[in-house]
């Protein structure tokens, strides 16, 4: 259960220097480590956003949000809005 | 959903067309897959034209079932489930698939379901698959897509695979049908369940299962487990099962989230196990793929939203030019049989025949190119992928409004009818984003509202070009769809004050890959509502307008000869022709029928609006459906006329005030326009809303205050321009 921030001691600790997929460039990835928010989890795990995954950030809709993530070397973009973005923690 | 008892005789009741065999009892199968995965094309596959949609027209209904002959001997009724990425509903729409697999004593339980799975996305789908598995259901999978999928250099070892998931695994191209005839082959044996497990709950929460089990009689431990996680969410539960299974988690501190978390993690770690050993992919194409390119043309800043906006007003010209000349014919086509009719026969019953079930008819089928076309062209946007991205374009913009980008496909499907619309709202997961998008749908204009603003705006609008290249009555119907829009979005945003919010709102949504569409699924979705319309409206407004012309050609007692001799006393003394003669007196005899005592009685109520007792016949009936207005004046205005009038425009400008000039003014016509944009006029919509929000209070809502806002602006309007 390490993947929330609530239940591990381990993400608590400065988290808030963290990167999230909020702050990808644009074209750039990283990799999931964990999922902040318990709840928005449940939604991320069942669309493929699980800890170990590659992210992409492909596009932003022109005000800025939601974002165009691409997942994984399977290709398939989800959209999300960049308050959603900002629980996906990326690892270092 | 009914539990239906499963006899041959209901099954029988659902049938085909005679002539197809029908052998041993039908197979209940349920089609299951993540959206997008091909499902609808395999449903349709498999059903063809053989299908039933629950009680409205919709994307997302209730239950859409088909029966499918799949070997000479064995016949399958398959119900097509809401595309979902898991058994763990987030949207109402999902809940209807928890509904009917948890309860295995229910009729409709399925004998076994078709996993749809996506070759390209297999490890996702597979979630859903595991799901199903560990529920002990038995499963085929239509492994789809192939063909993309070889194209990406994915390879599937299916042989393995098979061994790996334990089920029957049917490569297919469900677009082009490859693979069909091998599933139905499948289909046809019964199946058992898959001997394999994928997970197990965890020790420490087999006390609670085991309990949950032997109380409710469960045939299996993660079905158990799915109680405990979702019982406030299952229909069929007591309250009192309902108390126990709260009392019971409660004792064993169950922490549904971070459990259900820990699952999805243990199952995707079990599959990626599984692809390891059955997938291999060689990266062919290093560009990027189309679909991502096409992307950042569609939802490019600027670019995005003109294109956005070109396809809205070629929409609004399908709907307003385009459907002119076949709704010509139809009308004059009408106007032609009722005159013909008339003038070979006579008699009260053929009277009733041509000015009440002739007259109604034709306010009916009159709508049919503008609904097709409507229904057509949101089908084809949806098919290609293109709704997702106008959702993913619009979120930031709809916001403030409190609502979300979600609300964008329900109130664009609410230019064709609001109650698909309301339905199609399911799939937005905030409760308050989805009150606020359901009460505010009904706004917008609906193809309803079109048969009336149409023939008002010819009436008092002039056919000449405006700034050179727009059609003055082209731009005066966009101004009233904006009017209906804007009125949506600022009762949106009221809404959002009143109410207090009590869930966040998700935006987490898959794009499809952009995909030519498929024209057999956007033909039949045109053939489907079509249908709908002509069955369910059709039958409603032609039988207002029998009823309707009874009322107005019969009166209480002896008034309407009375009121006739009255007339013809003064003939003499006015010097009136044979013609003005005619008409006076079967305007006498309208005025004191049982409709006329109607109108007059609301007269008093809509005079400062500018409408006569006759247009408040038409604002009564229009309750029970908008569109039965134009059938409503076309009957009142044929009662005593004569049937060569010709069409509906004829007959309402030759309307004459008290004065003898003509009675329909810009500003009755606008006054009537603008009530027409607001009011809440359909009984169907009250009723689905009642349906999807399980109270009356929002139905009753919107019917004050929608019928208030029309009231006032219609006021508004006419004392302004009168």
């Known amino acids: 259960m390490a993947f929330f921030r609530n239940s591990s001691p381990l993400v608590a600790a400065g988290v808030a220097a963290r990167r999230t997929a909020k702050d990808l460039r644009l074209g750039e990835s990283g990799t999931i480590c964990c999922l902040e928010d318990p709840e928005m989890a449940l939604k991320l795990l069942e669309m493929g956003c699980v800890p170990g995954v590659q992210v992409r950030l492909s596009g932003r809709a022109p005000l800025g949000d939601p974002l165009m993530l691409v997942l994984g070397d399977q290709e398939y973009t989800l959209s999300v809005r960049a308050s959603e973005a900002a629980t996906i923690l990326l690892k270092e | ?722």
């Open chain 2, 1 to 722: 959903m009914a539990a239906t008892e499963r006899t041959p005789a209901t099954a029988e009741s659902l049938a085909p067309p005679a002539g197809l065999a029908a052998g041993p009892q039908p197979l209940r199968i349920a089609l299951i897959g993540n959206p997008n995965s091909g499902k609808t094309s395999l449903f349709n596959q498999l059903t063809g034209l053989n299908q039933k949609v629950g009680n409205f027209p919709g994307v997302t209904v209730d239950r859409k079932s088909g029966f499918a002959q799949l070997t000479p001997a064995q016949r399958a009724e398959i119900v097509d489930l809401p595309g979902t990425y898991s058994l763990y509903p987030k949207s109402l729409d999902e809940k209807v698939i928890t509904d009917l697999l948890y309860d295995r004593a229910a009729g409709n339980y399925p004998d076994f379901v078709v996993v749809t799975v996506d070759a390209n996305n297999l490890r996702r789908s597979l979630l859903l698959f595991t799901q199903l598995g560990d529920l002990g259901l038995p499963a085929v999978l239509a492994l789809n897509m192939m063909d993309v999928a070889e194209r990406h250099g994915i390879r599937i070892d299916l042989p393995a695979l098979e061994r790996e998931l334990g089920v029957p695994i049917i490569p297919m191209n469900a677009r082009k049908g490859i693979g069909v005839a091998a599933l139905k082959i499948v289909m046809a044996q019964r199946l058992d369940a898959a001997p394999e497990r994928f997970w197990e709950p965890d020790e420490a929460l087999l006390p609670l299962v085991r309990q949950i089990r032997y109380y409710f009689d469960l045939h299996n431990d993660y079905l158990a487990l799915h109680y405990a996680q979702q019982y406030r969410h299952i229909g069929f539960l007591s309250a009192d099962d309902k108390a126990y299974l709260q009392e019971l988690t409660h004792k064993y501190e169950f922490d549904a989230t971070a459990r259900q978390a820990a699952e999805t993690i243990a199952r995707y770690g079990r599959i990626n196990d599984i692809l390891l050993e059955t997938v291999t992919v060689t990266r062919t194409e290093t560009r990027e793929p189309i679909s991502n390119r096409i992307d950042k043309v569609l939802t490019h800043r600027i670019g995005g939203y003109l294109i956005f906006l070109s396809i809205l007003f070629l929409l609004f010209q399908a709907i307003f030019a385009w459907a002119q000349y076949p709704m010509d014919w139809i009308d004059q086509g009408i106007a032609a049989l009722s005159a013909t009719i008339q003038d070979n026969f006579d008699g009260p019953l053929v009277r009733l025949l041509t000015e009440g079930v002739l007259a109604g008819l034709g306010g009916v089928l009159i709508f049919i190119p503008q609904i097709a076309l409507l229904f057509g062209f949101l089908a084809v946007l949806e098919e290609t992928g293109y709704m997702a991205r106008v959702t993913f374009l619009m979120d930031k913009l709809m916001r403030p409004f409190g609502l979300s980008g979600k609300s964008v496909v329900p109130m664009i499907s609410g230019l064709a009818c609001a109650v698909p619309a309301i339905m199609g709202a399911r799939t937005i997961e905030s409760w308050k984003d989805r009150m606020i998008t359901i009460f505010v749908t009904p706004l917008m204009s609906c193809s309803a509202r079109i048969p009336v603003y149409t023939v008002l705006v010819a009436l008092v609008v002039p056919d000449q070009a405006a700034w050179g290249i727009f059609n003055l009555r082209g731009v005066t119907l966009m101004g009233l769809y904006l009017l209906g829009l804007f009125s949506a979005l600022g009762s949106a945003w009221a809404l959002k004050i009143v109410l207090k919010a009590r869930e966040r709102s998700y935006f987490i949504m898959e794009f499809p890959v952009y995909q030519w569409p498929r024209w057999k699924n956007v033909g039949l979705t045109i053939y489907q509502k079509v249908q709908a319309f002509v069955m369910q409206a059709g039958k409603v407004i032609v039988a207002i307008s029998v009823l309707l012309w009874v009322l107005a050609t019969y009166g209480p007692g002896q008034k309407q000869e009375t009121a006739e001799a009255q007339v013809r006393q003064q003939v003499p003394a006015q010097g009136w022709n044979e013609e003005e003669t005619s008409r006076r007196v079967a305007s006498a005899r309208l005025e004191n029928s049982y409709a006329g005592s109607f109108g007059r009685a609301l007269e008093p109520a809509i005079r400062p609006l500018g409408y006569d007792w006759k247009i408040g016949i038409a604002l009564l009936t229009s309750f029970a459906a908008r569109e039965v207005f134009v059938g409503t004046i076309s009957t009142i205005y044929s009662v005593g006329q004569d049937a060569d009038m010709g069409t509906l425009q004829d007959k309402l400008r030759a309307e004459k005030d008290a004065n003898g000039q003509p009675f329909f003014t810009p500003a009755r016509a606008f006054s009537l326009l603008v009530f027409y944009v607001f009011a809440m006029q359909c009984m169907s919509t009250l009723a689905v809303t009642y349906r999807e929000t399980k109270s009356w209070k929002w139905p009753m809502a919107q019917l004050v205050y929608m019928t208030g806002l029309a009231y006032v602006a219609a006021l508004a309007v006419y004392q302004m321009l009168a």
